[in-house]
């Protein structure tokens, strides 16, 4: 009847008995100082065993076939393990990017072999997966990517320069997009493919990139003549467009997208104590407001994930709302700010925190698909493109 | 949705669609459609379903309530529909009767407050009650020694100074000066947020009508934008205004959830719990915000001719921001949730969040 549907979805009992248990093992690793949730942005000393105690306790690819080591649960428990993950700022980005979005196209496309060899190992917390989607003359229109696969006997050679590709440096494997020829007329999305690549494989090199964050993570990823074998190749040759859409859905609707300056409103609540000023009181109902909202209608995406459904228009919402909502927090909470009563190391720790978000916040709308690119999506849902 | 009560709410849209066509109602210009509305809605007992059968009503459930506020809603109905939904709930908290008619409900504003005497009369003031002027009997929420009752008074009673909505609907003063209700009683259920019941119910109430009222201007707009054609072109095809109806569905999509969700939790949780604060008032604050930037997008998308009195849009947009206003607006709700957020503390935001 409607042209946009959005169910009142809750998650169920047992996954609130999985809450429990979640944040038990985060507050038994932040005691034994794996990570500071605190300090999210110094990054945790020990970031390779957590992965792996993570692993242990069955939580990367949770929602995986059996036959590859996972459980087979639900979308809305792997729901509650992210956003606890999330909220503590827990060590996740050596998992994170292979249990959200490359797994599942491993998954669907990739050789019987490699999803024997690679899928453990990521459930296990072994591997660390990178995107290689952004060249410099190809981001938000991916099928411009110039990057050459050309043929060669057994496998692929590749050539070219992916840039702005997180955590190249240090990823056991990309999950990359390929020209292995041309754009056609009928079609000017054909001629790609993706590739799993070895990222130890000779003939790759990574470059840092800084980023005014301060964060280490982007990289440029040259490519000269680095050898991809054969069995390497995800899903069709020249096709890759077709899987490109489904895999997304996953990956927009999550509570990282709505989540990520989080801080700045429990630094701002902390900072305003019991009784503060009538409008800081304002302020924070209002954000709270909104961001039960947000989560409400991304809880519900993972109920549609988990009927089975593809949500794409549903998840672009939750994702053109959520980073949009994410990336105005910390000027709102920065608005509040000057109505709190600090000490003055208060108001040192209060205004790092801050700074922080605020230094983040312009990429929010950008990574994972940018506001422009989502509203597209969102048009054409209803029926306009 | 059970199926029985996708057959309730069905009914309303179908009922709403035959006698309260906005497109009809803006060119006939009168108020001629209003009486043959209503019998049928209590012909097939959608204006008491709130209402227990022993009571008068038809003993919907809460989600089929919703259901039919939504579609009420949907049509930017002028008519009490949903205030004597409310006041049929009332009266089934307190267990008494319905007697029949559209009914109001009073006080809609945090700031007004009805009194009970010891002698059982009601005193006060409540200011811009909903179509007071267009009913026989309004429901009130009023404090006594005892603790808040509810009460059945006679419009006849009170003393009204006439006002209107932004849409021009009654939003009329009524003093009560000694009045002594029809019935009164306590309500059966006893709690600390006793006292508030009204306004949460009355927000949620009017989170669903804004939910609904929005779907319907999305569809509009989407519709005019595929037919008017500027530039040599329809305007659905440009770019910007792609952008604006997409935003546009992102705050649908954020009032239908909240609206939902708020729904959802009067039917499984008590008012007492915390997460009934959190959901009413999310739901309220959120949906008002939709109303805002949804109408101001609805409207240029529809350029001039949706400003003209002859357009229905105009029936949506008015109706829209003045819900906005009853029930607690969105500084109201939002100083009530902060105050609850800041007196639980910071560490338990999270755990109240995820409790949902």
New interface residues.
Partial sequence: M???????M?LPDHC?EL?KEVRAFLESEIAAGTFDPDRPEVGAKNADEFSRRVGAKGWIGMTWPKKYGGQERSFLERYVVT??MR?ANAPVRRFFVADRQSGPTLIRYAHENIKQDVLPRIIRGELFFCIGMSEPNSGSDLFAASTKATKTNGGWLINGTKVWTSSAHIADYMIGLFRTSGSTRENRRHGLTSFLVDMKTPGIACRPIGQMSGQRDFNEVVFQDAFIPDDHVIGEVDGAWKQATSELAYERSGPERFLET?DA??AL??A?????D?R???????L??????????SV?VAGMLEAGREPVV?AA?VK??GTVWEQGLPHRVRELASLLDLEDDEEDAFRNKLDFELKIAPKLTIQGGTT?V???I??R????? | MSASETLVVETAARVLADLADPQTIVQKRDDAWKAPLWSSLQEVGLDLAWASETAGGAGASLGDGFGIVREAGRAALGVPLAETLLAGWLLDRAGLTAPGGPMTVAPVRPKDHLTLDKTGRVNGQARMVPFASDVEHLVVLANGDEGPSIALVRMADCKLKPGKSLASDARDTVEFANVLPVHRARQKESGAREKDVLLLMGAAVRAQQIAGALERILELSVLYSQQRVAFEKPISKFQAIQHSLARLGGEVAAAASAAASAADTIANTSFDDDAALLEIAAAKIRCSEAAEVGTGIAHQVHGAIGFTDEHILHRFTLRLLSWRDEFGDETFWSLKLGELITARGARELWPLLASR
């Fill in positions: 409607s042209l946009i549907h959005f169910d009142a809750r609130q809450r956003e606890e909220i989080y409103l429990l609540t902390n305003a104590g019991a009784t503060p009538v800081v009181t304002v302020g924070i109902g209002r709270v407001a909104q961001l039960h909202t947000l989560r409400r209608m519900s549903e919402i053109d709302l422009e989502l509203r597209g969102i048009a849902g209803l029926g306009l493109r």
